[in-house]
């Protein structure tokens, strides 16, 4: 079996290993050189995840009660909002530990996650709490629960609540003639639940339900 530096022109490995990028170091130490979470480089490299570069530029910004520019516009704030900042922050690996991080994780759950389906929604009820029914769209479901999932709530009740909405009403076809009727498909049907599935939708529920 050849190697994956034989298929490249050049070795970049010591370039993947710079120190200035923490994540893309963790990534490499663990997926590519194989080393286990045990080891004390790899340690090190998570532990600067939260010091260098990205992560705590990120975290600076957030406010007190774990959301980041405005409460209420945690989605509509593109790409200011918690939302976004949550998924970054679980793509580069941040620390599922870290107060700051749970606080954000807690918010999200709080205001945009609709308890009754599981899925999340882009913006908050004023009268109930939690995300709002009509506006629960597949994409941002998706999103939440890759990043949830990254951040150490899998066993959650209601992470798994978001993972049941998208094995529920999750469509991952295209152009059939007559698209499923009755829960979210009729408030979407002239966008993300059309003759077409949306394919950020497919894309980011593939992403999540990958991650568990």
């Not at 580069?92 to 929604?121: K, P, V």
């Not at 999103?143 to 094995?167: A, C, H, K």
Request: proline share 4%.
């Amino acid at each position: 079996m050849k190697s994956l530096t034989s298929y490249l022109q050049a070795d970049p490995t010591e370039w993947l290993l710079e120190k200035n990028n923490p994540s893309v170091r963790y990534i490499v130490l663990r997926d590519l050189l194989g080393k286990p979470e045990t080891d004390a480089e790899v340690i090190q490299t998570k532990q600067d995840i939260m010091r260098t570069g990205v992560v705590p530029a990120i975290l600076e910004k957030q406010k007190q009660k774990g959301y980041w520019e405005e409460p209420d516009r945690f989605y509509s704030a593109k790409y200011k909002g918690t939302v976004w900042q949550l998924l970054i922050l679980a793509e580069l690996w941040a620390d599922r530990d870290d107060d700051r991080i749970r606080n954000a994780c807690e918010f999200i759950l709080g205001s945009s996650q609709y308890a009754e389906s599981g899925g999340f929604a882009y913006s908050r009820s004023m009268k109930h709490g939690g995300g709002r029914r009509s506006e629960v769209i597949p994409c941002l479901t998706g999103n939440m629960v890759f990043s949830l999932i990254r951040l150490g709530y899998l066993n959650d009740p209601r992470l798994q609540r978001g993972i049941e909405w998208i094995t529920t009403y999750q469509r991952f076809d295209d152009k059939i003639v007559q698209a499923p009727t009755g829960g979210p498909y009729d408030r979407l049907k002239t966008g993300c639940f059309s003759r077409h599935s949306c394919h950020m939708g497919a894309a980011k529920a593939m992403k999540a339900l990958a991650e568990i």
